[in-house]
Every structure is written in C-alpha cells, then in structure tokens.
C-alpha cells in the first residue's frame, strides 16, 4: 500500500518531493520510508535529484506503462494483420503474448478448410510446448530464459512434447538464429504450429505471430506459403504499431 501510495502522491505532483515531504504527507515513519526509498532507487522505480534533495518517478515505471501500451496497440492492429494472413494461407492464426509461464492468445483469425485448428481469445499453452511460445522464450533477456528454466516442470502434453531443458535449451538457439519457431504435435496431435516474435525497439518479445495445421495437409509449399505470411504479418504489425 505504501508503494502505491508513493507513486500516485509522485505522479499527482508531477515533481521531485523530498523524504521529508514524502514522510508528512504519506503518515510513513522516517525509518521505514528510507529503506523504500532506497529499494524503489536501486530498482529504477525512483529516481533521486540530489540538488534538490527530492524523489521522482523512474524508469521502470515509465516502462510498465509502455509495456501495457505496446500490448494494447498490437492487439488492436493484429486481428485485420490476421485476417490477411488467415486469407493468405486458408489456415488459422493467432497473436500470443507472454503471461507468467504460459502463452496467451489474444487475437485470432480462423483458417477457411473444413478441417482447421481452432485457438481462441484468452486460450493459454506452456511456453515449452507451442511454437508462439518457443518464439516469446527464445528472444528474451538472457536472465528471464535463465529464470525460467531453471524452474520449469515438464508436462508431456502429447508423446511428441519436449521434455528436458537440454533439448528445449538447444531449440531455443536455434530459434533465436533464424527467428522462426516450430512444434510438430507437440501440444495438439495432428498439428504443425510455426511462428515468429514480434519484438519491440529493444528487442524485447512484445508477442508472438503463430500458424497451426493440421499435419495431413502439410507439405513444403504450405510450409513457404505460411512463413512468407508470417514474415510479412510480422513486419505489417511493426509497422502499424510503430515499432520499426
């Protein structure tokens, strides 16, 4: 409660206010308002002017509002980006972001054939098990992959589905290399998923752009058919999203 305290007294007067301020108006004991202070600095949350001897808002909070920004703006973009790409292929497509450990749908364009995958707003996957995941895990930072591989817990989702950080590790690069991920049943028997991140002007994975069919219908030129397609989703998003 403190810290959000903190940040709307902060944002309400737009200016840096110092510990002394901060105490009065918030009722916080000096002593446990120092160590806040200090922590929020030290993880860029805050930011400390020390000719006026006063806290503002930092970076990282500055960050979250663009995070949550950027995710809106794709989505937004992403379902007419879809629809074309859905056209483009006659199979279905998704927008996923990352949440948590898992991936999470949140646009999608049906695929035209009589037999087609289904995924559906709000659906969410093991980031392990899908290739939109594989896409989001394989382009980020280097501490996020570390931290969560070193705590997965495998599910063997189907027989085909990777299980040992070894293998996902060694995929991962080879992800990170060519920018496209695949899974071959992997999550869903009977269906080839390939996708490609859709990275913000840091290179962060804003999220991920993703074509699942059924493995009976997949042959090479579907298979070049659907990268040109999410190549070229990919770089329409980036550009109606203003991230280019």
């Known amino acids: 409660m403190r810290v959000l305290d903190l940040f709307e007294y902060l944002r309400r007067w737009n200016a ?130 570390r931290d969560y591989l070193a705590r997965v817990t495998f599910e063997k989702v189907t027989p085909r589905t990777i299980d040992s950080v070894a293998a996902l590790e060694a995929e991962l690069a080879e992800v990170a290399r060519t920018g496209i991920a695949f899974v071959v049943e992997e999550f869903t028997p009977g269906i080839v998923g390939m996708a490609r991140p859709v990275l913000s002007r840091s290179g962060f994975p804003l999220a991920a752009v993703n074509i699942a069919l059924p493995v009976a219908r997949y042959d090479a030129a579907l298979k070049r058919r659907c990268l040109n397609a999410l190549e070229d989703a990919v770089a329409m998003i980036r550009e109606r999203a203003h991230l280019g």
């Open 16 to 145: 840096a206010q110092t510990h002394t301020q901060i105490a009065a108006q918030l009722a916080i004991p000096k002593s446990s308002l120092t160590q806040l202070l200090k922590t929020l600095v030290n993880r860029g949350y805050l930011e400390y002017d020390p000719a006026s001897k006063g806290y503002f808002l930092g970076p990282a909070v500055v960050s979250l509002g663009q995070r949550s920004a950027e995710t809106r703006d794709l989505v937004s973009v992403a379902e007419a980006v879809l629809a074309d790409a859905a056209r483009a292929t006659s199979e279905t497509c998704a927008l996923n972001v990352l949440k948590g450990d898992v991936s999470e749908v949140m646009a999608t364009a049906s695929g035209t054939h009589r037999l087609h995958y289904t995924m559906r707003i709000g659906d969410v996957a093991p980031l392990y098990a899908t290739s939109g995941g594989k896409a989001l895990l394989a382009h980020l930072p280097e501490e996020m992959r």
